[in-house]
């Protein structure tokens, strides 16, 4: 092996704790509805300005593929997808790619973004999305055990032949 290929993965960086929290604030904005957002909006009672930086819009972005996980990707498809920027008064930028054409809920969730990276707001935001956390676990969990209940094991005998 030549001295600049290693056999080992290189290390995994350290995780910023501010990117763990907008990934998973955003993660829940992805899977909740406009009215999840619009709750936890609410629950926070944010009075401050927000600048549009770019205002919602909807596009097409090319979705791709590989036949089997791992082979040659392709062209699947198109999808349509939202996507907003804003800055609040203090200063944060929020941004938001939402599937989709709902520019309402792309707006909110840009919003939750920038105000995640608030130090005033950051908490708030996490307690205001439990219950849509909380909702969406249920549903995972339902969805997981219709699917094991479904779920076949095949297995071979030996015949008496076969030995």
Same mark, same amino acid.
């Given at each position: 092996?030549?001295?600049?290929?290693?056999?080992?993965?290189?290390?995994?960086?350290?995780?910023?704790?501010?990117?763990?929290?907008?990934?998973?604030?955003?993660?829940?904005?992805?899977?909740?509805?406009?009215?999840? /957002?619009? $709750?936890?909006?609410?629950?926070?009672? %944010?009075?401050?300005? +927000? &600048?549009?930086?770019?205002? !919602?819009?909807?596009?097409?972005?090319?979705?791709?593929?590989?036949?089997?996980?791992?082979?040659?990707?392709?062209?699947?498809?198109?999808?349509?997808?939202?996507?907003?920027?804003?800055?609040?008064?203090?200063?944060?930028?929020?941004?938001?790619?939402?599937?989709?054409?709902?520019?309402?809920?792309?707006?909110?969730?840009?919003? /939750?973004? $920038?105000?995640?990276?608030?130090?005033? %707001?950051?908490?708030? +935001? &996490?307690?205001?999305?439990? !219950?849509?956390?909380?909702?969406?676990?249920?549903?995972?969990?339902?969805?997981?055990?219709?699917?094991?209940?479904?779920?076949?094991?095949?297995?071979?005998?030996?015949?008496?032949?076969?030995?």
């Amino acid at each position: 092996m030549a001295p600049s290929q290693s056999a080992s993965p290189p290390p995994e960086l350290p995780r910023d704790p501010m990117v763990a929290r907008r990934q998973t604030v955003m993660a829940l904005c992805a899977d909740g509805t406009l009215d999840d /957002l619009e $709750a936890v909006m609410d629950a926070l009672a %944010y009075e401050g300005a +927000v &600048e549009d930086l770019r205002r !919602p819009e909807t596009g097409l972005v090319m979705v791709r593929g590989r036949m089997g996980g791992d082979g040659n990707p392709f062209n699947f498809g198109e999808a349509t997808v939202t996507r907003a920027a804003v800055r609040l008064q203090s200063g944060e930028t929020g941004f938001a790619y939402q599937l989709g054409r709902d520019v309402k809920k792309a707006r909110l969730a840009a919003i /939750l973004d $920038a105000l995640v990276q608030n130090p005033r %707001y950051s908490r708030e +935001v &996490e307690r205001a999305m439990d !219950p849509l956390r909380i909702r969406l676990a249920g549903e995972r969990s339902t969805c997981e055990r219709r699917t094991a209940a479904t779920r076949v094991n095949f297995f071979t005998m030996v015949r008496g032949e076969d030995q």
